[in-house]
């Protein structure tokens, strides 16, 4: 189970560090794309679609789980040890999968914040001048009221007693 746990978390970043690396640059895809496609069907050199960068979930998960055959049909040559189960694998696949992701979500996020920039900078000063101009108006409004206040003169009124006594009730 913890052997299983670290190679989860191990193929998250690994699954991270793919993505990051396909999306500055695709030559490994091109090349086979160069290789498996007629002059007419190749991707164009503006195209940055790569083998987990702007992929669909399908063909990103053919991808990973061939990449990860491939290792371990590699590992098993090489030692002779039967380390590669299929939990592993499973977890291999699983894991560079939400890594990669999570790469993508991490991008996106980066590449709205980068646009909103100037326009969060704009509406946060628009937002001090209203505060400005909201402060100016109450300020103003309370000067009126006092000149107000200062300007009617109280008229003499009865108590409340005399006036019970008006209306006859003592």
Same mark, same amino acid.
């Given at each position: 189970?913890?052997? #299983?746990?670290?190679?989860?978390?191990?193929?998250?970043?690994?699954?991270?560090?793919?993505?990051?690396?396909?999306?500055?640059?695709?030559?490994?895809?091109?090349?086979?794309?160069?290789?498996?496609?007629?002059?007419?069907?190749?991707?164009?050199?503006?195209?940055?679609?790569? *083998?987990?960068?702007?992929?669909?979930?399908?063909?990103?998960?053919?991808?990973?789980?061939? *990449?990860?055959?491939?290792?371990?049909?590699?590992?098993?040559?090489?030692?002779?040890?039967?380390?590669?189960?299929?939990?592993?694998?499973?977890?291999?696949?699983?894991?560079?999968?939400?890594?990669?992701?999570?790469? +993508?979500?991490?991008?996106?996020?980066?590449?709205?914040? #980068?646009?909103?920039?100037?326009?969060?900078?704009?509406?946060?000063?628009?937002?001090? #001048?209203? +505060?400005?101009?909201?402060?100016?108006?109450?300020?103003?409004?309370?000067? #009126?009221?006092?000149?107000?206040?200062?300007?009617?003169?109280?008229?003499?009124?009865?108590?409340?007693?005399?006036?019970?006594?008006?209306?006859?009730?003592?």
């Amino acid at each position: 189970m913890t052997l #299983e746990l670290i190679i989860f978390i191990a193929s998250i970043v690994f699954g991270i560090i793919l993505y990051w690396r396909e999306s500055q640059g695709n030559s490994f895809y091109r090349f086979f794309n160069k290789l498996m496609n007629s002059k007419e069907l190749q991707m164009k050199a503006t195209d940055k679609k790569g *083998f987990f960068y702007q992929q669909s979930f399908l063909l990103r998960l053919v991808f990973i789980m061939s *990449f990860f055959l491939i290792v371990i049909l590699i590992t098993r040559f090489l030692i002779p040890i039967d380390l590669a189960t299929i939990s592993l694998f499973s977890s291999m696949i699983f894991g560079t999968l939400i890594g990669t992701y999570f790469a +993508g979500f991490i991008f996106k996020s980066s590449e709205i914040i #980068e646009e909103q920039t100037d326009s969060l900078e704009d509406k946060f000063q628009e937002v001090i #001048e209203k +505060g400005k101009d909201f402060m100016e108006d109450l300020q103003s409004k309370e000067i #009126e009221n006092k000149e107000v206040k200062k300007e009617v003169p109280k008229t003499e009124e009865k108590s409340a007693r005399e006036r019970l006594k008006d209306k006859g009730l003592l």
